[in-house]
């Protein structure tokens, strides 16, 4: 495949297909600078002090690392001056985040995990940055929670970064999914990967599979008959991956197909599942449809459901599109 870079991709995207207007271009690169920036801050682990815990708590009331911190501080100072945006949300702050007075507002709003899989920072296992783009309400004046509350079919753009054996940047704008990959010797995002598609059959399923005895019926059912093998009812033996990162899991699924799964259970009954509708589900769920997935959270799609809270959790399942659909026909059975 022809190199090009991000710049080129996303001028020649506009150019053939008009999708990609200024505004939503210059937030893109905005956004792929600070995951290089991130990428660069999470790489020196040990030796740039950033490791280990801040001492603090997010909404979320878990521990924030000090790169939790520094990469939400990243994304956000890089994001106020454009113009492009009129606000954003974060996983790591409980309210969102107003452009400031200062800067002009722009027509996105922005949400971001600024670093997805905190647990596997200090033990060097890849983690990333997930994002997702909407666009504020028309007459909006004054961005407030509500503005953010709009289902993930309406993302204009989504992607994340994952910063591993190698940094790379996948994201969408509706029209198929890239992967750029970081050329770290020119500082620059290189395309390497075109229009990916998700198989619609696999042989990998990735779930924590120590919360077996908290799953509801649909769960237990799905993945026993995988575990049976191929003298049970799947006829085929699968492989489980648990990489306790979502954008690496979603990246090898990307890649090789797969499902994800991280339903609700027993432990929390009022607690749908652990991750976060707005700056994980649903932007993971865009890229996976785009690429020809599916993504529930066991009885609709992620990207139908209307959000209520902006920090709300969402059980979800997603990857390869005829194991969606039976995980999904098993929570409708009951
Ligand atoms: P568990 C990381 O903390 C995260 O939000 C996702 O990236 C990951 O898939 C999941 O939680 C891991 O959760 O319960 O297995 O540690």
Redesign the pocket.
């Known amino acids: 495949m022809k190199r090009i870079s991000l710049t080129q991709y996303l001028v020649e995207e506009q150019r053939m297909h008009n999708s990609i207007p200024a505004e939503l271009r210059l937030l893109i690169e905005v956004v792929a600078r600070a995951c290089k920036t991130i990428s660069h801050a999470v790489g020196k682990g040990a030796l740039g002090d950033v490791l280990g815990s801040a001492g603090s708590e997010n909404i979320q009331g878990e521990v924030q690392k000090k790169l939790d911190i520094l990469s939400n501080e990243i994304l956000l100072e890089a994001n106020e001056w454009g113009g492009h945006l009129a606000a954003m949300a974060s996983e790591e702050m409980e309210s969102i985040h107003p452009i400031p007075h200062r800067y002009p507002m722009g027509e996105y709003m922005l949400l971001f995990d600024p670093l997805?899989?905190?647990?596997n920072i200090d033990v060097n296992v890849s983690i990333g940055t997930i994002f997702s783009v909407l666009k504020a309400p028309d007459g909006m004046v004054t961005p407030t929670e509500k503005d953010f509350l709009q289902p993930g079919s309406k993302q204009v753009a989504a992607g994340y970064a994952v910063y591993g054996p190698q940094t790379v940047l996948v994201f969408t704008t509706g029209d198929g999914v890239n992967c750029f990959t970081l050329d770290r010797e020119m500082g620059s995002w290189v395309l390497t990967q075109k229009n990916m598609r998700i198989p619609s059959e696999t042989k990998e399923f990735a779930i924590?599979a120590s919360n077996a005895r908290h799953w509801h019926p649909p769960v237990t059912r799905y993945v026993d008959e995988m575990l049976a093998g191929k003298t049970g009812p799947r006829g085929k033996d699968f492989n489980m991956r648990?990489i306790?990162?979502?954008v690496a899991?979603v990246h090898r699924i990307l890649n090789r197909g797969g499902i994800f799964m991280?339903p609700a259970d027993a432990r929390e009954p009022d607690m749908p599942g652990?991750?976060r509708l707005m700056y994980e589900a649903n932007p993971m769920a865009f890229i996976i449809e785009q690429a020809g997935g599916a993504a529930t959270n066991g009885q609709q799609r992620i990207m139908d459901i209307q959000p209520h809270k902006l920090h709300q959790r969402v059980p979800v399942f997603l990857g390869s599109s005829n194991e969606v659909e039976l995980v999904t026909a098993y929570h409708k059975a009951g």
């Open positions: 997805d899989g905190s647990s924590n648990w306790a990162s979502m899991d991280y652990k991750l």
